[in-house]
């Protein structure tokens, strides 16, 4: 396949380093993977923002380590993104939640169907969470198809083909478990928020499925213990959202 078939993904930041940082990392483990998709990074926010100094050292060491000669890029000044830049987008990622979906939603409202959001903090933290939010974002796309046919591979699945496949075991598993839906407001000072719990997923998967449905929703939202709070009662939408993705879903309670 030529590169013209390649996707475009494009990560958003107010802080350019680590969208350049996740673009540098997700493109060099793509092309590891075989992956058809191909990274690029923009800026949200005007100025030249160098972030936390150490966090920008040390993810300036780790993407040394690669060493596929695209580590230069990881210090060149930001560029703001454009309307040209969304729109030849597949897949666009906002690495920061409030700040973000505030400028988008000023500058780039035609497109925010394309967009994921992150919740990635501006922390010493942030460069662990950006290697494991880029590498959960690399295995979904890797179950959804995005991946090349691999020359022999030793137990590739045929469907997806990953030598380690899940996405049968993930099928099962939807199909099998009960996803509950349910409306609370004891406690929340007269709010309402619909629950979702039940879900056979890991705090990443839940993370990223609580982000997707608080788009579809309109709405904010968390994951806690476990379970997904979406703000609001959207009890008859998630339902539909869920079921659509081989859930079998129950409402409960009024």
């Given amino acids: 396949m030529g590169l013209s078939q390649h996707k475009n993904i494009l990560f958003l930041g107010g802080n350019h380093l680590d969208s350049r940082f996740a673009e540098i990392l997700f493109n060099f483990e793509a092309k590891k993977l075989g992956l058809l998709w191909e990274a690029a990074s923009r800026n949200l926010t005007e100025g030249h923002n160098t972030g936390l100094e150490p966090a920008a050292e040390s993810a300036l060491k780790y993407l040394q380590t690669l ?4 580590n230069d890029r990881f210090g060149c000044p930001p560029v703001a993104a454009t309307a040209h830049d969304m729109e030849r987008a597949d897949l666009i990622v906002a690495l920061t939640d409030i700040e973000a979906f505030r400028l988008i939603s000023e500058q780039f409202l035609p497109w925010t169907d394309k967009i994921r959001y ?68 004891k406690g929340r000072h007269g709010k309402t928020v619909s629950t979702i719990s039940g879900l056979p997923l890991d705090d ?15 709405s904010g939202g968390t994951v806690k213990d476990g379970r997904i709070e979406i703000q609001g009662d959207h009890r008859d939408k998630l339902r539909k959202e869920l079921e659509g993705m081989g859930y079998r879903v129950k409402r409960v309670g009024g």
Wanted: hydrophobic share 30%; glycine share 6%; charged share 25%.
């Fill in 67 to 70: 060493g596929d000669g695209n």
């Fill in 204 to 218: 990443s998967e839940l993370s990223e499925l609580a982000m997707q449905l608080k788009q579809r929703c309109g």
């Fill in 118 to 185: 992150w919740q990635i903090e501006d922390t010493q933290e942030v460069l662990p969470a950006l290697e494991r939010e880029v590498k959960s974002l690399l295995t979904r796309l890797i179950l959804e198809g995005g991946r090349r046919q691999l020359t022999s591979p030793p137990t590739a699945c045929p469907e997806c083909h990953h030598p380690m496949c899940t996405c049968r075991a993930q099928v099962k598993t939807r199909k099998s478990a009960v996803v509950l839906i349910a409306k609370e407001t």
